[in-house]
């Protein structure tokens, strides 16, 4: 057999075995990476945390590893109304905002941001797992946000770094941050307060520096986000619901195919539940560490601050739409 031949069969033999290599070692070109953002800290029991990890954890189960979840805590990718202007336009992914963002994009979703309209987890529960919903998901996939369901946030208390609260008097010249929200902005002011919006990621610090006297958010996230390391005095005021919906950008949800849409969808039901569950039985635990870490809390009658609140029903029916904000009162009312 002559030297080239030789060289010829080598070649074809070493041409082969790469190509069974590259195959067999070569990453799947079908696996896809989704970024999803959140604002908080990466802590298991903070309730965008813990609801993104359940999510991203079922996703590479029930996708066997061709689809997965990247998370970006720590608001990397912004705040809460950029992150969401970003899924609207494509550049971003999927993210957890608080609900309250959601009435900057419809109308209709400003029915969650009144009030005391909940008196108990499992009616915000049972209203945010009905049709009720399906009206407020529709408009919102028609600007570009794709809801998959209505993750835990709690409800929302008072932290202050000042004094106990026991009612609307004593909030009088007080700052309250609160979130950039037409709703919860007339409500502080209903309570007496000075409410400031402010970002996110200066709250610590605001508090820690005395820019505001205080804030309000679930005391979950109070507790982890640690807050109470310098805000010393908690309220359970509880005077609104706030959910955390599981978005995507609908221009990514339209390019998936219908199998992976299945399996995100199916991961955000499962999540949803299994954080839901977690967050109410972590609830039940951290008053005894607040008061360890030297917080003072106190249970108050609600009565005055619900009263002075009861004229923004009028006022933000119309914004709401009578139809929709009368569906919403019969529906609690059953």
């Not at 031949?5 to 070493?14: D, V």
């Not at 419809?106 to 915000?124: C, E, H, I, R, S």
């Amino acid at each position: 057999m002559s030297v080239k031949i030789i060289k010829s069969i080598l070649t074809s033999c070493f041409i082969g075995t790469t190509l069974v290599s590259a195959s067999i070692y070569a990453p799947d070109v079908s696996a896809r990476t989704f970024q999803l953002a959140h604002i908080s800290v990466e802590n298991k029991n903070d309730v965008y945390h813990h609801l993104a990890l359940g999510f991203s954890e079922r996703v590479k189960e029930l996708s066997n590893g061709k689809l997965e979840i990247q998370i970006l805590a720590n608001a990397q990718l912004g705040g809460e109304r950029d992150v969401t202007e970003g899924i609207q336009i494509g550049s971003i992914d999927m993210s957890l905002v608080g609900g309250f963002i959601l009435g900057a994009f419809n109308n209709k979703a400003m029915v969650f941001d009144l009030p005391f309209l909940f008196p108990d987890y499992d009616t915000a529960f049972r209203m945010l797992g009905s049709e009720f919903t399906k009206p407020i998901e529709d408009d919102l996939e028609k600007v570009g946000l794709k809801v998959l369901g209505w993750g835990h946030g709690g409800f929302r208390n008072l932290y202050n770094t000042k004094r106990p609260i026991e009612s609307p008097s004593d909030l009088s010249g007080m700052k309250i941050r609160v979130p950039e929200n037409p709703i919860y902005l007339d409500t502080w002011r209903a309570f007496g307060a000075n409410p400031t919006p402010m970002a996110w990621t200066e709250l610590f610090t605001g508090l820690q520096q005395g820019a505001i006297d205080g804030a309000e958010n679930p005391s979950t996230l109070f507790h982890a986000s640690r807050f109470y390391e310098v805000a010393k005095y908690l309220t359970k005021t509880e005077h609104v619901y706030v959910s955390v919906p599981l978005i995507v950008s609908a221009k990514l949800w339209s390019s998936l195919s219908e199998a992976d849409r299945a399996i995100l969808q199916k991961a955000a039901n499962g999540a949803i539940q299994e954080q839901r569950r977690h967050m109410v039985e972590y609830e039940r635990t951290i008053d005894q560490e607040l008061r360890a870490a030297g917080v003072s809390i106190n249970e108050i009658d609600k009565s005055a601050f619900k009263k002075s609140v009861t004229p923004l029903y009028d006022k933000y029916t119309k914004d709401i739409g009578d139809d929709y904000m009368k569906r919403a009162l019969d529906m609690l009312n059953r």
